[in-house]
């Protein structure tokens, strides 16, 4: 089109010559008159078709996630599965590297929070094929609908589970967010055997998160000499850790969290020779096994 617009341009202009008679002049003006009318009409469409195209590739994008990229893309999520720890069933996060994703960072991690865990300790809240969509609202509300027939893993407690994806979703979006679950875009009277909120937001971390855990990957390669994090709400603060080879500690220390009671952060330098370990973090226990128990954090790790 753009070949078609510069070539009438110039044959509209071509045969006017600045020597030419008036009368000239004016004949080939009112002729040149009559062409660039038809080109500002060419003009006219063509931008029409632009605007056309461009609003409904616009409007193509938009899906019930928000604006979703064509192309896709890596998105490191932190997602939340449920462990088993000294007070109950609690949280514990990983670190997710999704990639070739192609739809809105919360559907994808809602999508691996359905899934399963790198940990092995951890636990799948959600039974094996349940689906959900995920809907980022202007309003704020991040909308979850499960698919029909979505059910919870056996021994998994309806809080917990729906706990894992409001966190899981909130860490997506960024914000805190209300949460509105559905199932097959209806809200139902009750979800997974407990009655039905209108809206859900973050439980207390001291409330849903593990007493303790840390901040590696499971499997992962990490060199000598590493700082080790951590989250511990631990009596006086202490928390202990244990490097074993099969049956062999290897290594073994405390680390003290910053605070004491309440989950706040602890770090320690973790330093031994290469090899494939495991390492295990604990809180403590003072009633010496009268209270609710120790709960630990275990990670299979290579040192390079």
């Not at 029909?148 to 729906?162: C, F, N």
Request: contains cysteine; proline residues 5%; charged residues 20%.
């Amino acid at each position: 089109m753009n070949d078609d617009i510069t070539r009438l341009l110039h044959d509209a202009v071509s045969d006017i010559e600045p020597r030419r008679e008036a009368g000239d002049l004016r004949a080939a003006l009112h002729e040149r008159d009559g062409r660039t009318a038809w080109i500002r009409g060419a003009l006219a469409a063509a931008a029409a078709v632009v605007l056309v195209t461009g609003g409904a590739a616009y409007l193509h994008q938009r899906s019930g996630s928000g604006v979703t990229p064509a192309a896709s893309r890596t998105v490191e999520a932190t997602v939340y599965f449920i462990g088993r720890t000294a007070v109950g069933q609690r949280l514990f996060a990983e670190t997710h590297e999704l990639s070739d994703v192609k739809v809105s960072d919360v559907q994808a991690a809602v999508d691996a929070a359905l899934g399963t865990p790198t940990d092995p300790d951890y636990l799948s809240a959600f039974t094996a094929g349940t689906t959900a969509t995920v809907t980022d609202e202007d309003d704020g509300v991040v909308q979850v609908d499960f698919s029909p027939g979505a059910g919870l893993a056996p021994g998994t407690g309806s809080e917990a589970a729906l706990q894992s994806l409001v966190w899981t979703v909130d860490a997506a979006v960024q914000r805190p967010a209300p949460v509105h679950f559905t199932v097959g875009g209806k809200v139902p009277a009750t979800l997974f055997g407990a009655p039905a909120k209108q809206s859900y937001a973050k439980a207390a971390r001291d409330d849903i998160l593990s007493p303790v855990s840390i901040d590696v990957m499971e499997g992962a390669e990490i060199t000598p000499g590493t700082t080790i994090h951590g989250m511990a709400a631990a009596f006086e603060a202490n928390v202990t850790w244990t490097l074993r080879q099969g049956t062999v500690v290897v290594r073994h220390g405390f680390a003290t969290a910053n605070e004491c009671c309440t989950l706040s952060p602890f770090s320690f330098l973790l330093d031994a020779p290469p090899g494939a370990y495991t390492l295990t973090v604990s809180d403590t226990d003072p009633s010496g096994g009268e209270g609710n128990g120790v709960t630990t954090d275990t990670k299979t790790i290579q040192i390079d």
